[in-house]
């Protein structure tokens, strides 16, 4: 049968790449057989189950991404080990594949968040689509979660590695990190609503204090070295580099310092990199004792201070001889060094493999202070390539402490988070240049009412236009958006361009779109409440459109917010109903007054049966629920036609117009 070949290969390269695995639920060996065959040329990673007790019980025990599954299956059928599944990991998709089309299998399949649901026979067309689907989700899920990490590593690095504190314009305290506590000798109680001269020295001068201010206040960076006293009134250098951070009116709201701690005259990590720098094929291992904290409160800093530079001293001998290091460094908290310079550039299989022997012939050694003996763990990271070695090798080390990996090769790590800042960067000052602008602007795409034949609606839509006049969808700059903090000023433009558009359109309705992260925002939820008290009449215009957005926190929040909303006559829509397991819950819980049946099911309606029935079984139940229904993705007249004969309230799409700067 004709079928989409690229299709077929993007999902196969993302499952493959993703290393995604699938547990596959059938109890009919000829079926199980033919559908295991064909979901192999996908997943690489395929188990199977008999029946919906063995499923559960195989999911219990193995992290698998998807889940697919019949409905009739002996001792548990599969939406009764869905539900179960679901109570597990609400997250999970699961795809039913199953031969009955009855109505209550569908709406208990919807209750339960099945992501997908294929009659059989299958149709290639459809699983293709709804794998394409699924399988991007799991992707875009994890690549999700490996910022995240990669964001919460870097702050760490900051945090474990650098003093940090934040005061207002004043001067007051309103932020400090553990580690200025741990120097300065105060606790958080103590410092924070404190001038930060809490901890300034005598002997620093009025007028280096004056010059500082002078930068910061005029908006500049200010970096030097500080000499400051702690709590019992030692002395402690720091260098430091002190900023403004600005508000979205480019006034100063606070500012933060960022300090390394100079005290000791010789600096192991200086040290080290002046070595790298001498060396003409540099290797080196960082490395940190496992548990070292939960050691340093057991048996006391002295004890274990002692025993770090024992290990420090010994540990070198115990590296084979292939893999012989020159030059070791104690770096403190648990934290040491080894270099060499290679003669002969050792392939990474063998360094890697001389280190693992390291490993285990520290774990066979005991190191003795006093009467006590340590058997110890280490944790390393290496690094070959002498461009950003240092920081390479820190990088690998958190990674390896982060991922729970006994070793991890360093090199381009340092690299690659610079290339990725740089294009987040960039993107960030089209961002701000396009706030600063006003180039955030809103288009709107009609939304035609299949009965009455006229476009009584139209959904806003966030455009960025770059300074050459370029126009962009928010695909290209929503997310890093959300990471540089200007993704609530883009949703207050929003908010702004429909209010008022609408004062001007007294007989047409416009949705905006809101995702969880706006609705968590008390600032913006009071902001759209105050908007509605002072403008009645609009509010019975506004319709808000909840996007699907797994990342929900505060679920009785957004619950309240949409109840609140209803108190004002504002609508709410579904966006993307049939897309996924958001949808389904939102449905139940939010109670919406549309229903916008997904662009997936609605494009390949005039070739796709499967497709058809679903979206006829979303109609009646809508119908039931007293939900209008919207068809989005209307893009020709075949689908038009058979969207208005199935009696779909309304159609969006661009058979009926795409975007426009204004309102037609």
């Not at 031969?99 to 208990?108: G, H, N, P, S």
């Not at 006229?454 to 928010?474: A, C, H, N, Q």
């Not at 506004?542 to 209803?566: A, M, S, T």
Request: charged letters at 30%; one cysteine or more.
């Amino acid at each position: 049968m004709n079928f989409d070949k690229e299709l077929f290969l993007k999902i196969r390269e993302t499952a493959i790449n993703e290393q995604i695995k699938v547990l596959y639920v059938e109890d009919k060996e000829d079926v199980l057989l033919s559908t295991k065959e064909l979901l192999s040329n996908f997943f690489e990673h395929l188990d199977t189950a008999t029946d919906g007790f063995e499923g559960l019980e195989k999911f219990k025990q193995n992290p698998y991404d998807i889940i697919i599954t019949d409905i009739n299956l002996p001792k548990m059928d599969g939406l009764e080990m869905a539900k179960k599944i679901k109570e597990i990991d609400k997250k999970i998709p699961i795809i039913v594949i199953t031969a009955f089309t009855k109505m209550e299998y569908l709406l208990e399949s919807i209750k339960i968040g099945v992501y997908g649901y294929i009659l059989k026979p299958i149709d290639m067309n459809q699983l293709l689509e709804t794998l394409n689907r699924v399988v991007e989700k799991v992707a875009l899920r994890r690549e999700r979660d490996r910022a995240v990490a990669l964001l919460e590593q870097y702050k760490k690095i900051i945090d474990e590695g650098f003093t940090v504190t934040k005061t207002d314009p004043a001067g007051v305290i309103t932020y400090a990190n553990d580690k200025f506590c741990k120097i300065s000798g105060y606790s958080h109680d103590e410092l924070i609503g404190k001038p930060h001269n809490i901890v300034r020295h005598p002997d620093m001068p009025k007028k280096a204090f004056k010059e500082l201010w002078d930068t910061i206040k005029a908006g500049k960076i200010w970096r030097g070295v500080v000499k400051n006293r702690t709590k019992d009134g030692k002395s402690f250098y720091v260098k430091a580099t002190i900023a403004p951070i600005f508000d979205e009116n480019g006034k100063i709201r606070e500012y933060i310092a960022v300090r390394e701690n100079i005290t000791d005259i010789v600096n192991p990590k200086k040290l080290i990199q002046d070595k790298i720098n001498e060396l003409s094929n540099p290797l080196l291992v960082l490395g940190v004792i496992e548990d070292f904290e939960d050691l340093e409160n057991l048996y006391g800093e002295s004890i274990i201070e002692e025993l770090q530079e024992v290990f420090v001293k010994e540990a070198k001998s115990l590296f084979p001889p292939q893999c012989q290091m020159s030059l070791s460094f104690n770096m403190g908290d648990g934290r040491f060094a080894f270099i060499k310079d290679q003669t002969e550039k050792k392939e990474i299989n063998e360094i890697l493999y001389a280190l693992k022997q390291f490993q285990e012939n520290v774990r066979n050694t005991k190191f003795s202070v006093d009467e006590y003996e340590f058997e110890l763990e280490t944790v390393l990271s290496l690094a070959t390539q002498k461009d950003h070695m240092f920081k390479n090798a820190e990088l690998g080390l958190k990674k390896a402490l982060k991922e729970k990996l006994d070793i991890v090769k360093g090199d381009g790590l340092y690299q690659t988070a610079i290339e990725n800042a740089k294009k987040n960067i960039a993107t960030l000052k089209m961002i701000k240049d396009a706030i600063k602008n006003d180039r955030i602007v809103s288009y709107f795409q009609p939304i035609y009412n299949n009965k009455t034949d006229i476009i009584e609606k139209y959904e806003s839509l966030v455009r960025l236009i770059d300074k050459d006049g370029r126009v962009f969808s928010p695909f290209f700059f929503l997310n890093v958006a959300k990471i540089g903090k200007y993704y609530k000023q883009i949703t207050r433009i929003v908010i702004k361009n429909a209010i008022e558009t609408l004062k001007i359109m007294p007989n047409k309705e416009i949705s905006i779109n809101l995702s969880a992260v706006d609705i968590e925002d008390e600032s913006i939820r009071n902001e759209i409440f105050a908007i509605l008290e002072n403008n009645p009449d609009i509010s019975k215009k506004l319709v808000v459109e909840l996007l699907e957005d797994e990342g929900i926190n505060q679920l009785n929040v957004v619950k309240n917010f949409i109840k609140k909303l209803k108190g004002f006559g504002v609508k709410i829509a579904i966006d993307d109903f049939g897309s996924g397991y958001s949808n389904f819950s939102r449905l139940i819980e939010y109670e919406p007054d549309y229903i916008k049946i997904d662009a997936s099911l609605i494009k390949d309606i005039t070739t796709n049966t499967n497709n058809l029935h679903i979206v006829e079984a979303i109609r009646d139940f809508a119908e039931k629920q007293g939900y209008k229904t919207v068809a989005e993705y209307v893009s020709n007249e075949e689908i038009f036609r058979i969207v208005k004969e199935l009696g779909i309230d309304y159609s969006q799409g661009y058979y009926i117009s795409e975007p426009l700067p204004e309102p037609i």
